[in-house]
């Protein structure tokens, strides 16, 4: 199957540490990437491979899976990472395309 | 520092056709593939495909097969995604991005992405 599955909402209070998870069979075979879009913007990816954060990432952002289970968690939510969040696999069938979790609105309240 | 820098908005008309430029810098063009990606507005991440700068290699979603032309010019360093038969359901916007691959997950990401493009189809 080609989908990721994704909360579409989630909110944390601000400070504290909130995880935002992606299900789907391609998790299995490779790690998933993590895109933040704020709005108006291009996505910026957050978190690639098991667990790396491009330069300019704050380190509150990490990235887990196991299974067919890949988590985003921003521990210590700031303001500023109220956005949307969208993960990103590679399907093993067919041509291997590349898919997207539906994305999940977060709010910082 | 590497970037991709695309064209500007288009406003097509039903049944036309629209391409769309996608212009990296900072890196060796043919070094890696080009990825295309569409969001309608208020929607989700929608890939469409990818293309292979040094072969001109494309692999392109099945729901844009038949529709979707993605090409390149190396002696200008430049990847166009050309989408026909347009309707109002193709507003969206389209962006393109750098594909990176580590072996060791593996994994493939997107980084970093175009602006994007803003394509309004209106009659």
């Known amino acids: 199957s080609s989908e990721l599955t994704q909360d579409p909402a989630v909110s944390v209070a601000l400070g504290q540490t909130v995880r935002i998870t992606c299900q789907g069979d391609?998790?299995?075979?490779?790690?998933a990437s993590w895109y933040q879009q704020k709005p108006g913007q291009a996505p910026v990816v957050v978190i690639y491979a098991k667990n790396n954060r491009p330069s300019g990432i704050p380190d509150r952002f990490s990235g887990s899976g196991s299974g067919n289970t890949a988590s985003l968690t921003i521990t210590g939510a700031q303001a500023e990472d109220e956005a949307d969040y969208y993960c990103k696999s590679r399907d093993s069938s067919g041509n291997h395309p590349r898919v997207f979790g539906g994305g999940t609105k977060l709010t910082v309240l | 520092q590497v970037q991709l820098v695309q064209s500007g908005a288009e406003v097509k008309k039903p049944g036309a056709s629209v391409r769309v430029s996608c212009k990296p810098s900072?890196?060796?063009?043919?070094?890696?593939?080009i990825q295309w990606v569409r969001q309608a507005p208020g929607q989700g991440l929608e890939w469409m495909g990818w293309?292979?700068?040094?072969?001109?290699?494309?692999n392109y979603a099945q729901k844009f097969q038949g529709r979707v032309t993605m090409t390149r010019d190396t002696s200008i360093s430049t990847a166009y995604m050309e989408l026909s038969r347009l309707t109002s359901d193709d507003t969206a916007v389209f962006y393109c991005?750098?594909?990176?691959?580590?072996?060791?997950?593996?994994?493939?990401?997107?980084?970093?992405w175009g602006q994007g493009t803003l394509v309004t189809v209106s009659s």
């Open positions: 900072g890196y060796t063009f043919t070094d890696y593939h």
């Open positions: 293309i292979d700068p040094k072969s001109g290699g494309t």
């Open positions: 991005a750098r594909d990176l691959f580590d072996s060791s997950g593996p994994s493939w990401w997107f980084d970093p």
């Open positions: 391609s998790l299995r075979s490779n790690y």
